[in-house]
């Protein structure tokens, strides 16, 4: 075939089969500018980049370019990057080589969902064909009867509802949108069989009793209310009896399995017997895999989230300047419903959860990636051991093509460019880590004879096959595990089992015995702290009577050095000479008329118990008129002993 024939066959320009046939391109060799990755290098990254993303650990683009980076820095090959970080145009270089490479949402995984393997899926549907083939006499037949499996779940629905794009003004700064300030949850509790019976969805409202909340406009709608919103043991055994009635109502037989997740509102001694009594298998989801597992989740909240937020959009546009409140939750929330409960979607969600047929192969597998969290660092010697032989293979087939052809070792080994992690070699194909200057200087090929077009490319090619030792720095994290609670982990997946209610049983008895322990604790603190309370009123008591006798006993002392000093100072000569100019002399203690009158008031009433005598002037004085407080404190058969001092005296 001619060229000109095979340019018109295969579409190909007549000049590019030219160039590939004389050398001037080389075949395999992308013209332009090397990249700065080889192809092996690329595709190791490219492999991170989708094992970081299968087992949880997504990488952004900024993420990206610093891994980049880590293995550049460490490598030491000279690159066209500022400080070793690409930029956005070899992103836009590196998609466009690898196309699978793409950019997408993730969404948020509990750290203990991650550990969710398939060993432990498969476990779990084990476990449930041994309860029912031991404890159910026609459990193949309930199996294989959609109307006879149910699940259970709740989930909250915000009032407040915000979207992502809109349209607006170009160059605007803010963008708002009205919506309720109320970060209230409405808590909607749904339950469906495999068939697509939906029963009436549960809503709890927050709050102690019901208010003017809308319920006409959802009357089918069962309502309940706990004080923080959230389901509760309680309101779940009340919603299993609505259950009952829809089974019987429906003529479901019996029994039916009705399963649910791990939460403690499910796990009562009150549930337990309510199913146990009605025939009701009541049986636990395999924890921390309700988004593999439970039908709720995997076929009917997506879609019901997607429809609550159109349909609060749509209220909101025909409701402007009014704010979605719980009085008009239940009419929103009502066309949400009739619009996503449909057969399809209980039947979907029971399929790819493998319930409904009974086959645990139909899950999603991709979903278990999380759990395939390995160390890297194996891989990656085992590929570069790999690459290592390579590299020897197209040496040795380097050497033996140039002694065959007599091709000069000059010309064979091109010129190699000495990096800081590469040793220099005798030949330029040993050379585990090329630089580009390197690989540009070996696509150099115009003018050189076929010989020398055919070994250059052999020896890029097998460059291109290199990965760096540098790579080992892509590290995978390790995934540690948590302790569970014991409880749960002792307790069987059937709830309404004779032995779940014997260790739920245990589990009240224990929580009633530690209550009153916890009472009796309390009441004994209670009578320590009376105790201590009354031994404390005693020694203040007793520290006040003491006290009020030292107190005394200084005043007594006060009182018996202040008469000593007066009758020093009396009988001195300067206190006579004092006395002498005094109005108020006596010639003795005789010449005192008792029937003089009080200095102070003018009065001479009163009995003797009122009146004092001056020690230095013997004159009288009523103890109220004397201003002396130490007279008011002392006891009244201390008052005579008393040395009192008027104010004349003072």
């Known amino acids: 075939m001619s060229k000109r024939k095979a340019s018109i066959t295969y579409g190909i320009p007549r000049t590019t089969l030219i160039d590939k046939f004389s050398g001037k391109a080389p075949i395999g060799i992308n013209p332009g500018k090397p990249c700065v990755l080889t192809k092996a290098e690329e595709m190791v990254l490219v492999d991170y980049t989708k094992m970081m993303a299968a087992i949880g650990y997504p990488l952004k683009r900024n993420d990206l370019f610093v891994e980049v980076k880590k293995v550049l820095d460490a490598d030491g090959r000279p690159t066209p990057f500022k400080n070793n970080l690409p930029g956005k145009h070899w992103y836009q270089g590196f998609v466009k080589r690898h196309p699978d490479i793409t950019e997408r949402k993730a969404m948020a995984l509990g750290h203990q969902r991650a550990l969710i393997s398939k060993e432990m899926v498969d476990g779990w549907f084990d476990g449930l064909k041994t309860y029912l083939q031991k404890e159910v006499p026609d459990w193949e037949a309930m199996i294989n009867d959609p109307r006879r499996i149910f699940n259970a779940d709740e989930s909250g629905f915000p009032l407040s509802i915000t979207n992502g794009k809109v349209l607006t003004d170009k160059g605007v700064r803010h963008v708002y949108q009205v919506c309720t300030s109320n970060k209230t949850q409405i808590t909607v509790l749904a339950c469906f069989n495999a068939i697509g019976n939906y029963i009436p969805p549960l809503i709890v409202y927050p709050g102690e009793r019901f208010r003017d909340s809308g319920i006409h406009e959802f009357d089918e709608a069962i309502y309940g209310h706990t004080s923080s919103g959230w389901m509760d043991s309680e309101l779940f055994v009340s919603y299993l009896e609505h259950f009952n009635e829809f089974v019987s109502k429906h003529r479901i ?28 298998i009541l049986y636990c989801l395999l924890e921390n895999a309700t988004h593999i597992l439970q039908p709720c989740d995997v076929g009917f909240f997506s879609p019901m989230k997607a429809a609550w937020k159109k349909e609060v959009k749509s209220w909101q546009l025909a409701n402007l300047g009014q704010a979605l409140t719980k009085k008009h939750f239940p009419g929103v929330f009502r066309k949400a419903w009739e619009r996503v409960a449909k057969l399809e979607n209980a039947a979907h969600g029971f399929l790819k959860c493998g319930i409904f047929p009974l086959d645990p192969r139909n899950i999603d597998t991709s979903k278990l990636n999380p759990s395939k969290a390995i160390i890297r660092e194996d891989n990656v010697e085992r590929g570069c051991n790999e690459t290592d032989q390579s590299q020897k293979a197209c040496a040795e087939q380097s050497q033996n093509t140039a002694e065959t052809q007599n091709i000069p070792e000059s010309t064979a080994d091109e010129p190699e460019t000495e990096t800081p992690n590469a040793e220099p070699t005798p030949t330029a194909v040993e050379v585990s880590e090329p630089t580009e200057h390197s690989r540009s200087n070996d696509t150099r090929v ?84 009376l105790q201590k309370l009354e031994e404390k009123e005693k020694k203040s008591k007793l520290r006040q009577e003491a006290k009020k006798r030292r107190e005394e006993e200084r005043l007594l002392k006060a009182a018996s050095k202040g008469s000593k000093r007066k009758r020093r100072e009396s009988s001195s000569d300067d206190s006579e000479s004092e006395c002498d100019e005094t109005p108020r002399l006596m010639d003795s203690e005789e010449d005192t008329n008792e029937e003089r009158s009080c200095p102070g008031c003018g009065s001479d009433e009163g009995d003797d118990e009122e009146w004092i005598r001056c020690v230095a002037c013997r004159q009288r004085w009523h103890i109220t008129c004397t201003g002396d407080a130490v007279l008011f404190e002392i006891p009244a058969d201390q008052v005579p002993n008393y040395p009192f001092h008027c104010e004349y005296c003072v």
């Open 253 to 280: 037989p019996k029994p039916v399995m009705l399963l649910v997740d791990g939460h403690s509102t499910h796990m009562s001694l009150a549930a337990a017997h309510y199913c146990f009594t009605n025939d009701i």
């Open 446 to 529: 115009l003018d050189k004879p076929q010989s020398d077009v055919t070994q250059t490319t052999h020896i890029t090619k097998a460059r291109e096959e290199v990965v760096s030792p540098a790579f080992k720095l892509l590290k995978v994290p390790e995934v540690k595990r948590k302790k569970t609670n014991t409880v749960r982990q002792r307790l069987p997946k059937s709830l309404s089992g004779k032995e779940a209610l014997r260790i739920l049983q245990e589990k009240e008895d224990k929580k009633k015995s530690d209550e009153e322990a916890k009472n009796q604790r309390k009441v004994l603190r209670m009578e320590k702290k």
